[in-house]
């Protein structure tokens, strides 16, 4: 397969672009339950695409999990979302149980077909889980599906041999596996925002 770089491609964002703000919520700051995490950043590169998100007029749509046990169970602090989330009055929220922002309350690929929206950016925790899932399901839905890597983060985790693979490996088997086989554009936040300040196409 010909390997070419998704980061130096141009890239066109739609004047009704939606971006989808997965499971950023505080559970995912109990680093003694979730272990070593990458990209320590994330937060702030997903403020930055709210910020534009808003200020372009672009909707927003806020993604929360819900676990029957764990740090992201409803009634507890965990559940809520993180402030960078937590301050944005999303176009739509969307409660889930399972990987896949799809599979949820509302339907969120109702929404967008309702809208006519066909361009989504993905964001959010964690990479390689939820997120990878969506812009997987996305991408099969025939969504032109973006996921700038920066603007999300895991944590390691065991392989079945139980060695544990550093998160940042984990980042960049994703990215790897979704640019490679053509799920999605994996960009930069930067090529994100560079693309929002351009004059806006439709659809």
């Known amino acids: 397969m010909t390997n070419t770089s998704a980061f130096n491609a141009p890239l066109e964002l739609a004047a009704d672009a939606v971006l989808v703000v997965i499971d950023v919520q505080q559970g995912f700051e109990d680093h003694e339950y979730w272990?070593?995490?990458?990209?320590?950043?994330?937060?702030?590169?997903?403020?930055?695409?709210?910020?534009?998100?808003?200020?372009?007029?672009?909707?927003?749509?806020?993604?929360?999990?819900r676990s029957a046990s764990g740090p992201l169970?409803?009634?507890?602090?965990?559940?809520?979302?993180?402030p960078v989330a937590a301050a944005v009055t999303?176009?739509?929220?969307?409660?889930?149980?399972?990987?896949?922002?799809?599979?949820?309350?509302?339907?969120?690929?109702?929404w967008l077909r309702a809208r006519g929206a066909s361009q989504l950016v993905t964001v959010g925790i964690m990479t390689n889980v939820c997120n990878e899932t969506t812009a997987r399901m996305g991408g099969n839905l025939g969504y032109d599906?973006?996921?700038p890597i920066d603007a999300m983060h895991t944590f390691a985790m065991a392989g079945p041999d139980g060695e544990l693979i550093p998160a940042a490996e984990l980042s960049r088997a994703t990215a790897a596996a979704l640019h490679t086989?053509?799920?999605?554009?994996?960009?930069?936040?930067?090529?994100?925002?560079?693309?929002?300040?351009?004059?806006?196409?439709?659809?």
Not at 38 to 51: H, K, S, T, V, Y
Request: aromatic residues 6%; negative net charge.
């Open 145 to 147: 599906v973006i996921f």
């Open 73 to 82: 169970t409803p009634g507890t602090p965990g559940y809520e979302l993180k």
């Open 35 to 65: 272990g070593e995490r990458d990209n320590p950043g994330a937060e702030q590169r997903i403020g930055e695409l709210i910020e534009v998100w808003q200020a372009t007029g672009r909707p927003v749509v806020t993604v929360q999990h």
């Open 181 to 203: 086989m053509r799920f999605a554009k994996v960009v930069t936040t930067e090529a994100v925002l560079a693309a929002a300040a351009r004059p806006v196409t439709v659809g």
């Open 90 to 110: 999303p176009d739509l929220h969307v409660t889930k149980t399972v990987n896949s922002a799809f599979y949820g309350t509302p339907d969120l690929d109702a």
